[in-house]
């Protein structure tokens, strides 16, 4: 038998692990401090709903990429690709929840698309998103939030704000059709400059416009544009994002910066949207995204009503990829002091007793080694403290402490010990 | 479209998430505590891995309750049933693991079997498992562990253990050759008696035995057994269990106690088992179980080298069933204020974000209600706080705080608020 994972799908090792958990757990609090309750959809979703998604053009390129199934009794079913999905469905299915509903969720989801660099085909999603309000205080409140999620991260991150409506509104003032086309080609703008956009819209048989350029230019400002539109839709959005600017500024959130060339890849969004980069541009990929998505909730429930919701989607492996540029990570274990015994084992497990139920991760040796190869274990694993219990340094009531990094050693009590590693 | 999740599959609502998290959280400090690293392995395996668990005659049985299915390549895969598989997959594919390997793992499996009252096709696992050693020190680290875990949780538990040596004695003992089916049958004893055990004997085609019920006796204690039996294999099982004992009382680990006729219905299991039962019987199923398993690994590794191993996986939806009956919980949402502006949206969104800088949960008024529709509003989610931001209060830098249990209310400056809630 060969032992391998499935192909594009990964192990996360304790040292990956470790650091996504504790990013995970940041993310967690940062969104509960905001008010957002736990919610957890499951994996396996019938392929009816997350078929709903779909408009019939997109469908069968995007259903492709999820992996199908079925149970004993032949139903057909599917593993969710995101949590938007899922969390529309749970809407719909339960009126009585009282709204706004704030929710997070965190967990895998699946793409079984073509495996390139980074592209993984089971990765985790955390999303924030708030349901029932069209007030753009639910923006505001999730780039606050996001803003926050960062800092407590550690990363310094730049959060581009647009809004569909004002991409929509120009568009239509420039005379394009193809909008949700034309939008794709505009979101390249940063990396592939005007000519690059041009080109594509030939490609997509999008008649140019000089105008166009003149209005979505890298670095304009919302108030210049604000002189330049004549649309209503775009003007609607532009106020739109100063009520969310105005927001901000009470919320004491600075990171939040207009570009009018950010537009989203996903057909679904119908307000403002937002992407995370990190500020100092190591990283190109976004760290979060995320937009108002006024109609989905609505089409599932099948009637012509709008579930208002706003939300924001953080990318794990890209914060990840972000932290490691920073920061060397090589902790294989989370364990504090690692504890030889030297023919002392039944008081060596009281000690390592005594520290674990003072919040002390500890081990003790398993496998009844000698002390060289009991500290080369400690070391692989990178455990920054080991404490040897000899007889003689026990009729003094006493240990050898050793800090793995300097080599210093230090013959002092347990009680000590406790005092000197937390 | 008809809005349901999968048949089996359930979505974790708010108020059953937040207790969930509690627990994992319990549990992972826990774990950590005892030096196991966090690890993720996928929820899509390749079939073949999953399938190489199963001799011969349990493959089709266990495979028909496993989820298949295919990625565009057509590779056969499957959803994993647990973390063992997985774990020994990892093991084998990463010998230059440092030995012992302590790791935990908490994730969703998948079962594609019948609904039963309590039974779900995806649930959550928790396993530890120490891999790499023969030491009876790992089985009594893990059982501290379960312990100290249940101390965290708040429940009041009994751990049962055995050790498959004994049994497998005893039945050579007395001449019992089906021992995998006498096994799956004794496990019962407690359930339907010896009655009811010498029935499925009969079921079964096993001869009976007067001297195995002499033998295998509820509340028999391990010195009383060891008088009475010859087989070495027995008395080999009954010394390792001393071990673990000794090694318990040393840990100052008190809730264990011998249970010859626990058993285990998993064959891959090869010396101590184990299984915790909440000491009120308020519930009959265990909330965890676990014992050694040193065969599984190698046989995966296709040499006939023995990689030991030991673990105990905790059952989640039990050990919240078990809590359920001793306390109410209602929560759900775990926002600790929920601020209400009149007229004062600019001055509210700063206090807002005042206490969330102190570690506050806290959440404002998305909706501009008035205040009932807002005190209906917190008091549904179970908020146990409502400040309402005035003007006239504001103008004395005060808030009206309101005490959603008790009706009380308080005009005090945030500072004051923050303090009292804290």
């Known amino acids: 038998m060969k032992l391998q994972t499935a192909k594009g799908i990964q192990d996360?090792?304790?040292?990956?692990?470790?650091?996504?958990?504790?990013?995970?757990?940041?993310?967690?609090?940062?969104?509960?401090?905001?008010?957002?309750?736990?919610?957890?959809?499951?994996?396996?979703?019938?392929?009816?709903?997350?078929?709903?998604?779909?408009?019939?053009?997109?469908?069968?390129?995007?259903?492709?990429?999820?992996?199908?199934?079925?149970?004993?009794?032949?139903?057909?079913?599917?593993?969710?690709?995101?949590?938007?999905?899922p969390l529309a469905r749970f809407v719909g299915m339960n009126p009585q929840l009282p709204m706004p509903f704030k929710r997070y969720e965190m967990g895998s989801v699946f793409r079984d698309g073509p495996i390139r660099t980074g592209r993984v085909r089971q990765f985790l999603q955390c999303d924030i998103d708030t349901i029932g309000t069209s007030s753009m205080l639910a923006e505001a409140e999730i780039l606050s939030a996001a803003d926050s999620a960062f800092k407590k991260i550690g990363l310094d991150v730049k959060i581009k704000l647009n809004n569909r409506r004002i991409l929509n509104g120009i568009l239509d003032e420039c005379g394009i059709k193809k909008k949700e086309e034309a939008i794709i080609a505009i979101d390249k703008l940063d990396k592939i400059g005007q000519e690059g956009v041009i080109a594509e819209f030939k490609e997509r048989k999008i008649k140019s416009s000089e105008k166009l350029f003149k209005l979505v230019k890298p670095?304009?400002?919302?108030?210049?544009?604000?002189?330049?539109?004549?649309?209503?839709?775009?003007?609607?959005?532009?106020?739109?994002?100063?009520?969310?600017?105005?927001?901000?500024?009470?919320?004491?959130?600075?990171?939040?910066?207009?570009?009018?060339?950010?537009?989203?890849?996903?057909?679904?969004?119908?307000?403002?949207?937002?992407?995370?980069?990190?500020?100092?541009?190591?990283?190109?990929?976004?760290?979060?995204?995320?937009?108002?998505?006024?109609?989905?909730?609505?089409?599932?429930?099948?009637?012509?009503?709008?579930?208002?919701?706003?939300?924001?989607?953080?990318?794990?492996?890209?914060?990840i990829e972000c932290l490691k540029k920073k920061e060397e990570f090589s902790q294989k274990s989370l364990t504090k002091v690692y504890v030889i015994p030297i023919k002392t084992l039944d008081e060596s497990l009281g000690i390592v007793q005594e520290l674990r139920s003072q919040n002390i991760n500890a081990a003790v040796d398993l496998l009844d080694r000698n002390i060289s190869k009991n500290l080369k274990y400690a070391n692989s694993l990178g455990i920054p403290y080991v404490i040897i219990v000899g007889k003689r340094e026990l009729d003094e009531e006493k240990v050898l402490l050793r800090d793995m990094k300097s080599g210093d050693q230090f013959e002092i009590s347990v009680k000590e010990v406790v005092k000197k590693i937390k």
Do not use: C, H
Request: proline share 3%.
């Open 219 to 319: 670095g304009i400002s919302l108030s210049e544009l604000k002189k330049k539109v004549t649309s209503e839709e775009t003007l609607k959005g532009i106020s739109e994002l100063e009520e969310v600017f105005g927001y901000l500024d009470k919320m004491n959130v600075y990171s939040i910066v207009f570009d009018v060339s950010l537009a989203r890849g996903l057909a679904y969004y119908t307000g403002p949207v937002y992407e995370v980069f990190v500020k100092d541009g190591s990283l190109k990929s976004s760290l979060a995204a995320g937009g108002r998505w006024d109609n989905m909730i609505g089409s599932f429930l099948g009637k012509n009503s709008i579930v208002p919701a706003v939300g924001v989607s953080f990318g794990i492996v890209p914060i």
């Open 12 to 85: 996360i090792i304790p040292e990956e692990k470790i650091i996504q958990n504790k990013i995970v757990q940041d993310l967690k609090e940062t969104f509960e401090q905001y008010g957002f309750s736990p919610l957890e959809t499951p994996i396996i979703e019938r392929l009816e709903t997350l078929s709903a998604k779909f408009t019939a053009g997109e469908a069968s390129d995007a259903l492709k990429e999820t992996f199908k199934l079925k149970d004993q009794g032949k139903r057909n079913l599917g593993l969710r690709f995101d949590l938007t999905v």
